[in-house]
């Protein structure tokens, strides 16, 4: 009996995942849990059982596809900067398939604020990310800029920006991915020389 229910708490959490992907896919407003439950066939009580709000709806189905990309970088090889394009070239790939679904909420919160508050749903993106921007700048011959250089290709690697380039400018995933990590590529050499010259000046007074 115990069997029984795990089970069906689980498929009912899975559902709700899904319902509120495929509703954050066509939305041009907010959306209730009242939706998400109509959508995927169970009681607003029972979604309520699962999920607190609609927004840890979006965070959960945010960070499983996170987490597709995580286990994505795990398992790549070769040096920091094939690595990295590696896995920026997958993100887009993500998100032309499932990330429409995480374009239509945003947080008004700083994205560093909440990475380093410990979002689930960004910690696992950026784990993804960190070990090859790392290893890259070092290849580059650049300082390391901790977070500033995750942060920096969140901002170029948002799901809408890259529909927007998709479906507005008319650019294919593969030119996406490489007009992107051309820019990320320059914003990284930018970031590091400007902290340097932030910390010499520092020095000097």
Do not use: C
């Amino acid at each position: 009996m115990a069997k029984t229910l795990r089970s069906d708490t689980e498929r009912n959490r899975r559902n709700l995942i899904q319902a509120g992907a495929r509703l954050f896919e066509v939305s041009e407003g907010p959306i209730s849990m009242t939706e998400i439950a109509n959508e995927a066939g169970v009681s607003v009580a029972t979604a309520y059982r699962q999920f607190t709000s609609v927004e840890e709806v979006l965070n959960t189905y945010r960070q499983e596809v996170g987490q597709l990309l995580l286990e994505y970088s795990q398992k790549l090889s070769g040096s920091g900067l094939e690595r990295l394009e590696k896995v920026s070239r997958y993100w887009v790939k993500l998100v032309r398939q499932r990330g429409a679904a995480m374009v239509p909420m945003r947080n008004r919160r700083g994205y560093l604020e909440r990475l380093w508050e410990g979002a689930e749903y960004l910690l696992v993106q950026a784990n993804a990310v960190r070990p090859a921007l790392r290893d890259a700048m070092q290849e580059m011959g650049l300082p390391d800029i901790g977070d500033k250089a995750v942060f920096l290709w969140n901002i170029l690697f948002d799901p809408r920006e890259i529909f927007d380039l998709i479906d507005t400018v008319g650019l294919s995933e593969n030119q996406v991915s490489t007009q992107l990590m051309s820019v990320l590529l320059g914003g990284l050499q930018g970031f590091a020389h400007a902290n340097a010259f932030s910390v010499e000046k520092f020095r000097e007074i």
